[in-house]
């Protein structure tokens, strides 16, 4: 999907609203998880899958399906798809003063518990939500 978004962006479909502009958007259903950490696990999936995207060669898979050959197509894929790029991103965070442990970072901040001390309760509530 991000392969084909990046793909997208840098080769836009010619249509008559104008330039490709998509919108993007999360959907979850949280029923044995935190909702926070569920949605920050998330986006750490969305930007390294995109990260991936960006790394293809895009050479090499346009000419692999110019000339209709899959393996060699799934090869150029794999290849971008198959690197780590939990360092990359760690280094972007960390540049753009986040932290490195989204996750950890998280649960050391007890940002839910303060949260919930602060928050009456209303009504008989299901689940963690």
Not at 38 to 50: K, N, Q, R, T
Not at 90 to 115: N, P
Request: proline share 5%; hydrophobic share 45%; aromatic share 6%.
């Amino acid at each position: 999907m991000f392969n084909e978004l990046v793909e997208a962006e840098l080769h836009p479909p010619r249509h008559p609203e104008g330039e490709f502009r998509p919108s993007y958007m999360i959907d979850q259903s949280h029923n044995v998880t935190d909702p926070i950490e569920s949605m920050l696990s998330s986006a750490e999936a969305i930007a390294g899958s995109f990260a991936k995207a960006l790394l293809v060669d895009r050479e090499a898979l346009h000419l692999a399906q110019e000339a209709n050959d899959t393996m060699m197509a799934f090869q150029a894929l794999r290849r971008a798809y198959n690197v780590d790029v939990a360092p990359i991103l760690a280094k972007a965070r960390v540049e753009a003063g986040g932290a490195i442990d989204v996750l950890a970072t998280y649960r050391e901040s007890r940002w839910r518990e303060r949260k919930a001390q602060e928050r009456r309760p209303v009504g008989l509530g299901a689940g963690i939500v």
